[in-house]
């Protein structure tokens, strides 16, 4: 294991952001992990999967570890389920596509989500209706500062919209090394949302499987989103806000168009990027592609900041906090920074 100076971190987030490490070392197990910190008096300012939701304002000025644990392990089964453990720098969409040629059903609406397994419970991830929680099994992280493993269940991660302990409670205190699912071997397909259904239809599929459930997630993300190899991105910027049913109402009536979706609790989730199309910056016309320098709003997208080349972090920092005001000033409603701000 290497320990790099004053280290380019561009390539390694989907902003392409141009911050500088000022240690940096990959590690391939707890091994090295443990050998790492023990020539370091505080611990990592930064621990890295993917990048695909990170915005680097400024450069670290510490450690950043980039997690490459890898192996996909089959830890046990019944007639229903099979328990797969993966490393926590397994990419994503290679552990779905794993999962989805042995059969197993679970995870294929998630299909072509960036990043690594290792942040995926970290930030409950979600699309088309399912989300990790759904199929967490369990996951092992080691504490930095004790430096000893805990193990942790559903019931310990308070999973919620994009939410877990490791964002808030715990935030900086673990890196999660492995993470264990529960997938299952006569998979329940969920084809009724976003334009799956319609997909399905247009590839010609009137029985849809893993692969092609999967392929048809595909070819929407393909469609619909940025893809940060062309332009510097990380998916949705913002959550999706939740209101109460009455505060909908009165948004319904001043805004017909208005979009939200009612929530098991009663609440309503507004559709952030139809907020943000809708209100517009103080010099007038829309936010969808509008463009500050190299910062700017994704001209399909409005949930979506994207990096044309080289606006710095905070460039796009500031562009989401002048997107925010002008939200709250419309609607009245307070949207919420879904990447994770350094
Ligand atoms: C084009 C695009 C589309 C996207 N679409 C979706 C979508 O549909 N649904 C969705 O939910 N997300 C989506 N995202 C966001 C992103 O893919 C997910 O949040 C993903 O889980 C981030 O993984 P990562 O490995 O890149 O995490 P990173 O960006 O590297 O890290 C994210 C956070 O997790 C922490 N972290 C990472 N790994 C570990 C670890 N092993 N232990 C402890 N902490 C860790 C980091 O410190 C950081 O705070 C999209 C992003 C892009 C660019």
């Not at 006569?186 to 893993?210: C, D, N, W």
Request: charged share 20%; hydrophobic share 40%; glycine share 12%.
């Amino acid at each position: 294991m290497q320990v790099h100076e004053n280290y380019p971190l561009k390539s390694l987030n989907t902003f392409g952001l141009p911050a500088l490490a000022r240690y940096f070392a990959a590690v391939r197990s707890i091994g090295e992990l443990q050998e790492l910190l023990a020539s370091y008096r505080s611990g990592p300012k930064l621990i890295l999967g993917g990048g695909s939701n990170v915005l680097l304002t400024k450069d670290v000025d510490g450690l950043v570890v980039k997690n490459e644990i890898m192996g996909i392990t089959k830890t046990g089964e019944d007639e229903d389920v099979v328990y797969l453990r993966s490393g926590a720098g397994e990419n994503w969409h290679s552990l779905v596509l794993y999962a989805i040629n042995n059969g197993l059903g679970g995870i294929e609406n998630l299909s072509l989500i960036p990043g690594n397994v290792g942040a995926s419970p970290m930030q409950n991830i979600g699309a088309y209706g399912v989300e990790i929680k759904d199929v967490f099994h369990e996951l092992t992280a080691f504490h930095l500062e004790e430096k000893t493993n805990y193990t942790f269940r559903a019931k310990d991660c308070a999973f919620g919209y994009r939410e877990s302990v490791f964002k808030n409670k715990y935030k900086g205190q673990f890196l999660i090394t492995d993470v264990t699912f529960r997938l299952a071997k006569r998979p329940v397909f969920h084809t009724e949302y976003g334009a799956i259904r319609q997909e399905l239809e247009k590839m010609g599929v009137s029985q849809p499987g893993l692969q092609t459930i999967s392929q048809a997630v595909i070819n929407i993300r393909s469609s619909k989103l940025p893809d940060p190899k062309q332009v510097g991105n990380a998916g949705s910027f913002f959550k999706n806000p939740s209101v109460p049913a009455e505060t909908f109402e009165l948004l319904k009536s001043s805004f017909p168009g208005i979009v939200g979706y009612t929530n098991a609790d009663g609440s309503v989730k507004l559709a952030a990027g139809w907020l943000i199309e809708h209100s517009g910056p103080p010099e007038g016309g829309s936010w969808k592609g509008y463009r500050d320098g190299d910062a700017g709003v994704h001209a399909q997208q409005a949930l979506v900041l994207v990096n044309y080349g080289n606006a710095s972090g905070a460039a796009i920092y500031e562009l989401s906090g002048r997107v925010m005001q002008s939200v709250e000033e419309k609607f009245g409603v307070s949207l919420e920074r879904e990447v994770n701000i350094l």
